[in-house]
């Protein structure tokens, strides 16, 4: 197995936050196209066959909404976990006084954020397919509004320049305590 490494303190200071920015846009909007491909597929599955819809109550429905359900509660705790220890990676280096500067702990910075807004979102996306899939097999409406209300809370994480830019700025702000 190839072993991975680490960006190099220069790599780091290279990077520019409106090209990693266009980069999370990219990511989170292929996301999204992802689920909303699959689901006109689903619904026409769904529209063109000839049985009624299973009930709400159905162990198909209830399973997609329970793992939609758990995914969403963990998208929350993961993504601050992953900013919590990637500052607390960066704050140390930056007190240890190893970093070749503010641009590489800016860069550092815009790898946290990048690889939280992918995990985040790829939890909701998870739990959407899962929802798509009970959506084939039961026909249920509910599962496939609870995929819309999966895809709207990815479109509210998609990656704004003002939204990178008040987290990068609350983050530099704990690397300073």
């Keep these: ?34 689920v909303v491909s699959f689901g006109v597929i689903d619904t026409m599955i769904v529209l063109n066959r000839q049985q009624p819809p299973l009930p709400v109550t159905d162990p198909s429905v209830l399973v997609g909404l329970f793992f939609g359900s758990v995914c969403v509660v963990v998208r929350f705790v993961i993504g601050s976990i992953i900013s919590k220890s990637g500052v607390a990676r960066i704050a140390d280096i ?16 815009l790898g946290v954020a990048q690889t939280r807004m992918i995990v985040e979102d790829a939890m909701l996306e998870g739990a959407a397919f899962c929802n798509l899939v009970m959506f084939i097999i039961s026909g249920s409406m509910v ?8 895809i709207v809370l990815m479109a509210m994480n998609f990656p704004t320049r003002l939204k990178l ?13």
């Design 143 to 150: 599962s496939a509004t609870f995929v819309v209300v999966l």
């Design 1 to 34: 197995m190839p072993q991975q490494r680490e960006m190099t303190p220069e790599q780091y200071a290279a990077m520019e936050p409106d090209k990693v920015l266009r980069i999370m846009q990219i990511i989170a909007g292929a996301l999204m196209a992802g």
């Design 165 to 177: 830019g008040r987290w990068l700025e609350d983050q530099q702000r704990n690397l300073d305590h």
């Design 94 to 109: 930056a007190r240890a006084g190893t970093s070749t500067g503010a641009k590489e702990l800016l860069g550092r910075l």
